[in-house]
Nanobody
Framework: QVQLVESGGGLVQAGGSLRLSCATS????????MGWYRQAPGNQRELVAT???????NYADSVKGRFTISRDNAKITVYLQMNSLRPEDTAVYYC??????????????WGQGTQVTVSS
């Protein structure tokens, strides 16, 4: 129903910045919440930031003040501006979307993940 295409990951020096983008494609009745999650080796996938269709945001405490999530509802694209990156931010970052399918079922969709590596 929905495909998520991520871009913007890579290798960056501590203190640097990256901007992740996640564009949607496919068909859905409605795209609801979108967000970013991350998973470091040996850890569970954790929430980084989410944003509702109305623009309300939620951040993990560890990234508050450093990361900013935004979305373009016309393009149905979500962004994650990551500033003041730390080595602890190193993880695979996954784009997520909750969508109401054409069958009117709320369903979660995940991107393939993009590696963010922050060097000291």
């Amino acid at each position: 129903q929905v495909q998520l295409v991520e871009s913007g990951g890579g290798l960056v020096q501590a203190g640097g910045s990256l901007r992740l983008s996640c564009a949607t494609s496919g068909v859905a009745f409605r795209i609801n919440d979108m967000g970013w999650y991350r998973q470091a080796p040996g850890n569970q996938r954790e929430l980084v930031a989410t944003i509702t269709s109305g623009g309300s945001t939620n951040y993990a405490d560890s990234v508050k003040g450093r990361f900013t999530i935004s979305r373009d509802n016309a393009k149905i694209t979500v962004y994650l501006q990551m500033n003041s990156l730390r080595p602890e931010d190193t993880a695979v970052y996954y784009c997520h979307a909750e969508a109401t399918t054409t069958r009117l079922v709320a369903t979660s969709y995940w991107g393939q993940g993009t590696q963010v590596t922050v060097s000291s």
